[in-house]
């Protein structure tokens, strides 16, 4: 039987109950440094002076962990960190998230910024392969109340060949413009249009994922086959916002990209079809309730159940499934999400607590949208794809349950694929964290199936 050792996913799991912040967010506080050895002016403020003392503290401590000694990481971890965390499993995580990235080549960037009580220290160390940031969160007693690894891509050349080309675009505000990307096919007049929104977190235009970019796979691939493409970059400055919402995580992104496909001249106005990942396939039937300008909607390892009820299922199942994980830890683990979820269902108004990682201000307006209800009511055509080897989302739950809401409608494709993991690509048997860091690219037969589904659909 195959272990899934995810003690990085547990990691990061468990540190979002101890800071707010996923990824790159930025806010005003926020101070960027090209040479970390200039911080210390002494025309600082108190306060930079201070976040200065942990840049430098955070650049040592990612350089110690490079080399592979966690020994001050675990001295300056908060008493709630060392009670969860080992140092073998915090070794161990970091084995998992450099795995196949190959030799390490420099350090890109440190970056701090303020968060409420937090002070939060982005290290980004670049290996051959891709970027790992380093998340450091240090809390008012300047102890570490939070670690979090995660991938920190390169950036994405554009695309021209025979078959396609593909252009900068930017939409929304013009003040604080979404960047994305047009995939348009050549010699195809007014081709439909997929526009591709994300699943959580935040993420650039190829939703680079580990070593792998799904969505610049989708783009290429469906370009080939006479369907243009949107992909953007998440705007991370709505989700700066101490309350921000699922409108500032997914939803207005995706109606600016709509308006944009409406008016750009280059494109079927009457074809613009969603294709959601993950948190995006959740939010698709939403999005296109909202703008009715939506010819038909994908749910790639999307899920009609709330996202909460999916997080307790994701840590059940897979500090279940890691044998490195004991009886008490894996109790005590799972008390703390329960209770956690427990208060995200009680949500009766917006607010800035964390929980789970997200304000409640963000819970409280996801609690708002009732997909199932939202689902039945859409007449135009759906298609909901699932891999049946994902871990995160899972076909005997979540696709079962999407089937058993829609059977009685003739306007849904529902499409299990083999052997596919969470990216929709082909699972390489490690049913771990690390199968993301070995390169492979979206499942050519989805790819085909969904320009067929996407071409067949009527003006």
Not at 178 to 198: D, F, Q, R, S
Request: hydrophobic share 40%.
């Amino acid at each position: 039987m195959l272990k899934r050792k995810l003690i990085a996913i547990i990691i990061l799991a468990t540190m979002i109950f101890s800071f707010v912040g996923c990824s790159d967010k930025e806010s005003t506080d926020v101070i960027k440094n090209e040479n970390v050895q200039d911080v210390d002016n002494e025309s600082q403020t108190d306060q930079k002076q201070e976040l200065s003392m942990f840049t430098g503290k955070s650049k040592d401590l990612a350089l110690q962990i490079l080399d592979g000694d966690f020994t001050e990481t675990m001295a300056l971890f908060s008493s709630e960190m060392k009670r969860l965390i080992s140092e073998d499993q915090l070794k161990q995580a970091w084995n998992l998230t450099t795995t196949d990235m190959g030799t390490f080549k420099a350090l890109r960037s440190v970056t701090e910024e303020t968060k409420d009580t937090a002070s939060l220290v982005y290290v980004i160390l670049d290996y051959d392969i891709t970027g790992i940031q380093i998340l450091f969160s240090y809390n008012a007693n300047k102890k570490l109340n939070g670690l979090w690894f995660n991938y920190a891509p390169f950036e994405t050349e554009l695309m021209d060949n025979d078959f396609f080309e593909e252009a900068n675009i930017s939409f929304g505000d013009k003040n604080n413009p979404i960047e994305g990307i047009l995939t348009l096919p050549k010699e195809v007049k007014n081709p439909p249009v997929a526009i591709l929104v994300h699943g959580s977190g935040d993420h650039d235009a190829d939703e680079s994922i580990g070593v792998n970019k799904p969505f610049r796979d989708l783009a290429y691939g469906l370009a080939n086959k006479g369907v243009a493409v949107i992909r953007y970059k998440e705007s991370s400055s709505r989700k700066a916002k101490e309350e921000y919402t699922i409108q500032d995580d997914s939803l207005y992104d995706a109606a600016e990209a709509i308006k944009y496909a409406l008016s750009c001249g280059k494109v079927d106005k009457d074809r613009i079809v969603l294709v959601g990942h993950s948190l995006g396939g959740m939010m698709a039937p939403k999005i296109a309730m909202d703008n009715i300008e939506v010819a038909g909607i994908v749910s790639l390892a999307g899920s009609p159940r709330r996202l909460e009820d999916i997080i307790l299922d994701q840590n059940s199942i897979l500090l279940q499934a890691d044998d490195s994980i004991t009886d008490l830890q894996y109790r005590l683990y799972m008390a703390r999400v329960k209770s956690e979820v427990d208060k995200v269902k009680k949500i009766k108004k917006s607010g800035s607590e964390v929980i789970l990682g997200y304000p409640a201000s963000y819970w409280y307006s996801l609690n708002q949208i009732d997909t199932p209800s939202l689902v039945k009511e859409l007449d135009i055509p759906m298609f909901i794809a699932q891999g049946n080897d994902d871990f995160q989302v899972y076909a005997d739950i979540d696709y079962v349950e999407w089937q058993g809401l829609l059977k009685d409608k003739d306007n849904v494709i529902f499409k299990l694929y083999d052997n596919l993991n969470h990216l929709f690509m082909e699972s390489n048997g490690r049913m771990d964290t690390t199968e993301y860091n070995i390169k492979g690219n979206v499942s050519q037969i989805l790819i085909e199936d969904l320009a067929k589904w996407i071409l067949s659909i009527k003006d």
